[in-house]
């Protein structure tokens, strides 16, 4: 009896060591991705951020009608390790107040659970940071306004309290020389390529992919010339490693629209949908319209 108690003492101590030699090696690995992190700003504007890996970006040019002004703005994200880091930056040209800015995002993204407000200042800017109103999103925002600019930094898929999302919004850096490494428009670079394995459709996952980021295609000059109007249809695979790939033009347009949705599918920043606790690929279809106004 006393063999078996030991045996089972020994048995006990081994499993706690392993375990703790586990924790121990991803921790280590969370640390080392974490300190891989590089600095990215933007040309012509007045931010940096650390980030994982490239984000992607696009650039939006809107005419505000009453104003009789271009607006522009830019939309950055990047996936890493089931989050999502994104980046929204406007042109203040209507001098808009940082109260007026949160109810207009407010509005219209994931709503924010007010009684989470909490005071954020960063040199000399003033901001708020929210989590998510529906607890199982995992989203946590700060949101700036500048006399020229309006800012959204949100972090998606994590809690407020992870290292890599206190990493994000610690990294914020406002001023007229940003440093960093300068991004353009583009879809950026993958942070890793795990193996996915099956790739499963809508019905047999747990969880279904989480859009963050879907930037809108551009329409062409020779399309607009000859007034080409209707609807691109991509077949993609929303791959576990937050990249959308193998995509299959299943309706096209012609004067470059069908390439313009590509291009702009491949920007698309998510949370992988869930099977069996792990992150899974998956079939989705996309589709573009392309309307004049």
């Not at 970006?57 to 990047?78: A, D, F, I, W």
Request: some cysteine; overall charge positive; proline content about 3%.
């Amino acid at each position: 009896m006393k063999k078996q108690m030991c045996l089972l003492a020994c048995l006990v101590f081994a499993a706690t060591a392993a375990m703790a030699q586990t924790d121990t090696a991803v921790v280590q690995t969370k640390q080392a991705e974490l300190s891989a992190w590089k600095r990215y700003t933007v040309n012509d504007e007045r931010f940096s951020v650390s980030l994982p890996t490239v984000p992607a970006m696009t650039t939006y040019n809107t005419l505000v009608v009453e104003l009789r002004k271009t607006r522009r703005s830019r939309e950055l994200g990047v996936y890493a390790d089931g989050a999502v880091y994104y980046i929204s930056v406007l042109e203040n040209i209507t001098r808009q107040s940082l109260g007026d800015f949160i109810l207009e995002q407010n509005r219209h993204r994931d709503q924010w659970d007010m009684a989470t407000e909490t005071p954020v200042t960063l040199g000399d800017v003033a901001g708020k940071q929210y989590s998510s109103a529906d607890k199982t999103q995992r989203r946590t925002a700060q949101v700036f306004a500048t006399e020229g600019r309006l800012y959204l930094f949100s972090a998606h898929g994590n809690l407020a309290d992870d290292e890599a999302t206190k990493q994000f919004f610690s990294s914020i850096v406002f001023g007229k020389k940003a440093e960093g490494i300068e991004v353009k428009d583009g879809e950026g670079l993958p942070f890793s390529n795990p193996a996915c394995g099956q790739t499963v459709t809508g019905r047999d996952v747990d969880s279904k992919v989480r859009l963050v980021m879907k930037p809108e295609p551009s329409y062409t000059e020779a399309a607009r010339q000859q007034q080409v109007v209707g609807t691109v249809i991509l077949k993609v695979i929303f791959s576990c490693n937050g990249s959308v790939e193998d995509i299959r033009a299943v309706k096209e347009l012609p004067q470059g629209l069908t390439e313009q949705a590509i291009a702009a599918s491949r920007k698309i920043k998510y949370i992988p949908a869930v099977k069996d606790g792990k992150f899974a690929s998956m079939w989705m279809q996309l589709e573009y319209n392309f309307n004049l106004y």
